[in-house]
């Protein structure tokens, strides 16, 4: 994911994001101009961004190094051309952490592929034993409040019956998991922090099956 900033926030703690961090986005929402942004940048700064990145720096000796993605949208390759993301998120040991108008989102997995890694993730889940390891763990993963996410063809995968006993997932091409809190008194106290520590423990299996059968692409990056 490109686009992310390194922040270092050494004096402050994490005490919870702002209260002003959901009017703030919803009103980015319905006026998403520069003038709403300058107007209001500094309730970014104190309520959202300056608490991601208290948040980011508790969680680093566990997480790794982490980045805080930019507010400004890519409108190069874009039809909509409002300039400000509706959400901050922030990247840390393949853990993405998201705030905005609809509370807290934590998720962890393969965003984007490229056709080895997708290959891959075929051959595995059409194994017998590594399907059905992988199907176990997504079922944990949903009994635990997740839901599970990714790009996914409409038909059958090119080479595979559409009677296979795990065919839903042979038409993944990226896979990750997830999970969303609405707006809540936690969202703005120290406990978010161990909402993210909670996914993050959670996420773990999934992240491991993916990086032992998957991988990373051998491919140029797109």
């Not at 919803?26 to 006026?31: K, V």
């Not at 890519?74 to 409002?82: G, H, Q, V, W, Y």
């Not at 590594?130 to 993963?141: E, F, I, K, M």
């Not at 909402?195 to 993916?210: N, S, T, Y």
Request: glycine share 10%; proline share 5%; charged share 30%.
């Amino acid at each position: 994911m490109a686009g992310g900033r390194r922040v270092r926030c050494l004096a402050v703690g994490f005490s919870g994001f702002g209260e002003r961090l959901v009017d703030f986005y919803e009103g980015l929402e319905a006026d998403n101009s520069k003038a709403y942004w300058t107007d209001h940048k500094q309730v970014y700064d104190e309520h959202v961004h300056g608490p991601m990145a208290a948040m980011m720096n508790e969680l680093e000796p566990e997480l790794g190094e982490y980045k805080i993605f930019r507010p400004y949208r890519d409108l190069r390759f874009s039809k909509d051309k409002t300039p400000y993301k509706t959400h901050c998120g922030a990247i840390a040991g393949g853990l993405y952490v998201q705030v905005g108008a609809d509370g807290l989102m934590v998720a962890r997995g393969y965003y984007g592929t490229n056709s080895d890694q997708v290959e891959r993730l075929r051959v595995a889940v059409d194994d017998d034993r590594r399907g059905q390891d992988l199907l176990r763990r997504l079922d944990t993963l949903r009994h635990n409040g997740f839901d599970i996410g990714g790009d996914r063809l409409k038909t059958t995968p090119r080479g595979f019956d559409a009677a296979h006993p795990r065919i839903d997932l042979l038409r993944y091409k990226s896979l990750y998991g997830h999970r969303r809190w609405e707006p809540d008194d936690v969202l703005h106290t120290p406990e978010c922090a161990e909402r993210v520590r909670d996914a993050r423990k959670h996420l773990q299996p999934l992240a491991e099956w993916l990086d032992d059968h998957v991988g990373p692409s051998s491919l140029p990056r797109r």
